[in-house]
C-alpha cells in the first residue's frame, strides 16, 4: 500500500474519532443536571388539651330593674334624690302629703281604745256571773249570754287592732322607698304632683349596674350537636366548676376586661329564631356595660383532651372534601395523612384524629411536593398566640 494513501487514511481517522468526541462533550454539556430535592418547612405536632369556645352575639340586660310606683293616694310634696344619682335600698325617694293617713291612724288607735274598754268591762262581767252561776244566783242563760258577749268583744279588738296597723302600713307608704339599690333615671312628677295607688306611670326607675347581666343566642342545633359531643366523649366539661365566659365589646373591638361566668340557659327555643338564650353575669364596677348594648361573647363549648392545633395553611381538601395533611417520614419521604377537624382555632385547624405525637406536618411549600416524593424539610417555628389555646366556632 503506498504510504501517501496511508496517510491519508489515518487523518481521516483521527479527524471522525476527534468529531464524535467533540459531539459527546456538546450532549453531555447539555443534559440537564439532576435536580436536588424540594425544600419544604415543616411543624412538629403535639397533642394538648384544647378549651372550646363558640363566638356569640349578645345583648346587655340590666341585673335588676324596678319601677317605682305610689301604694298610696296623695300629693307628692317632696322629691328626696338626684336624678341619675346612686340610691340604697330602702332609702326615701318622694313624700306623699301624710295628713290625711295620720288621722286615720289616730281613728284607729281611738276605736281599739273602745273596744279593749269594752272587753274589759266585759271580762269583768264575765267572771263576776262565773261564781253566781255555780250558787244558782244568776241563771245559765244570763251566764251563756255574758260568754257570747267576751267573745265578741274580743274580735272587735282583733279587728280594731288590724285596722289600726292598716292605717300604720299606709302612713308609711306616704315615704316612697327605694326597692332596690342602682342607678336611677328621671322622675317623672314634681312636687304638687298628684299620684295614685297602683297608676301605669312610674314614678322613677331604679336599674341595677353592678353586676350585669349578658343574654346570648345559639342555636338550637349546634346546642344539640354539642350535647351529643358530650354524650360520646368528643367532648368533655373540663374541670371548672363554674364556666368562664371573655366579652368583646363591639362598639370599640375590644375585650372586656372583666371575665363572666355562665349563670343558666333557656329550656325553650324561640320559634322565630330556632335560638336557645344564655345568660351570663359579669361585673360592671366602671359601669362601661349598659343595658341593651350589643356584644359578643367568648363561650365556653367543653375541652377537647387530646387534640392538635395544625397551621390552616397545611391542610388541604381533596375532590370529595375530605382534609389531608402531608407528613414527612424518617426516611425524608411526604405521604398524605386523612385528617378530622373538629374547629378553627385562630389560623389553626383543631384535629383530634389522623395524626399522632412527633409527627412532621408539612406547613410551606405544598406546590412542590407530592406523595412519595423526597424533600428536603426545614423546621418552621410554630407561632403560639394566647387565642391559640381557644378554638372558636
Known amino acids: 500500500m503506498p504510504k501517501v494513501f496511508l496517510t491519508r487514511l489515518c487523518a481521516v481517522l483521527l479527524a471522525a474519532v476527534a468529531l464524535v468526541a467533540c459531539e459527546e462533550e456538546q450532549q453531555s454539556s447539555s443534559a440537564p443536571a439532576a435536580r436536588p430535592p424540594a425544600q419544604v418547612g415543616f411543624t412538629t405536632v403535639k397533642a394538648e388539651t384544647v378549651d372550646l369556645t363558640a363566638r356569640l ?34 332609702q326615701p325617694l318622694y313624700q306623699i302629703d301624710a295628713a290625711v293617713y295620720e288621722a ?12 279593749s274598754a269594752t272587753l274589759n268591762s266585759t271580762r269583768t262581767k264575765l267572771r263576776r256571773y262565773e261564781s253566781l252561776v255555780k250558787t244558782n244566783a244568776v241563771s245559765r242563760q244570763a251566764y ?5 258577749e267576751e267573745q265578741e268583744n274580743r274580735a272587735s279588738v282583733a279587728a ?4 289600726l296597723d292598716a292605717a300604720k302600713i299606709s302612713l308609711g307608704y306616704t315615704e316612697v322607698l327605694a326597692p332596690i339599690g342602682g342607678q336611677i333615671g328621671r322622675s317623672s312628677i314634681t312636687e304638687g304632683a298628684l299620684v295614685t295607688a297602683g297608676q301605669a306611670e312610674p314614678l322613677a326607675t331604679i336599674t341595677q349596674l353592678d353586676p350585669i347581666n349578658v343574654d346570648f343566642t345559639q342555636s338550637s342545633a349546634a346546642l344539640l350537636r354539642l350535647r351529643q359531643m358530650f354524650r360520646t366523649g368528643e367532648r368533655v366539661l373540663g374541670s371548672k366548676e363554674e364556666l368562664p365566659v371573655t366579652l368583646i365589646l363591639d362598639a370599640v373591638d375590644l375585650e372586656y376586661e372583666q371575665q363572666g361566668t355562665m349563670q343558666f340557659s333557656e329550656v325553650t327555643v324561640d320559634e322565630t329564631t330556632g335560638s336557645v338564650r344564655l345568660r351570663a353575669v359579669f361585673p360592671n364596677p366602671d359601669r362601661e356595660l349598659l343595658p341593651g348594648m350589643f356584644v359578643h361573647g367568648m363561650v365556653n363549648q367543653g375541652v377537647v383532651e387530646r387534640g392538635f392545633l395544625v397551621p390552616q395553611a ?55 411536593i407530592r406523595p412519595g416524593a423526597q424533600v428536603t424539610p426545614v423546621e418552621v417555628q410554630k407561632p403560639t398566640p394566647a387565642a391559640q389555646s381557644k378554638a372558636q366556632s
Open 160 to 163: 280594731a287592732q288590724a285596722a
Open 314 to 368: 397545611a391542610v388541604s381538601f381533596n375532590e370529595m372534601g375530605d382534609p389531608y395533611v402531608y407528613v414527612i417520614g424518617e426516611d425524608s419521604t411526604v405521604t398524605q395523612a386523612k385528617v378530622h377537624i373538629v374547629d378553627a382555632a385562630g389560623k389553626d385547624w383543631l384535629i383530634d384524629k389522623g395524626l399522632n405525637d412527633g409527627q412532621r406536618v408539612v406547613v410551606d411549600g405544598l406546590q412542590r
Open 57 to 90: 352575639p349578645g345583648r346587655v340586660v340590666a341585673f335588676r330593674m324596678a319601677e317605682v310606683r305610689p301604694q298610696v293616694d296623695g300629693i307628692v310634696t317632696k322629691r328626696l334624690f338626684a336624678e341619675g344619682s346612686t340610691v340604697e335600698a330602702g
Open 104 to 115: 286615720e291612724v289616730k281613728m284607729a288607735e281611738a276605736e281599739l281604745a273602745r273596744a
Open 144 to 148: 251563756d249570754d255574758v260568754v257570747a
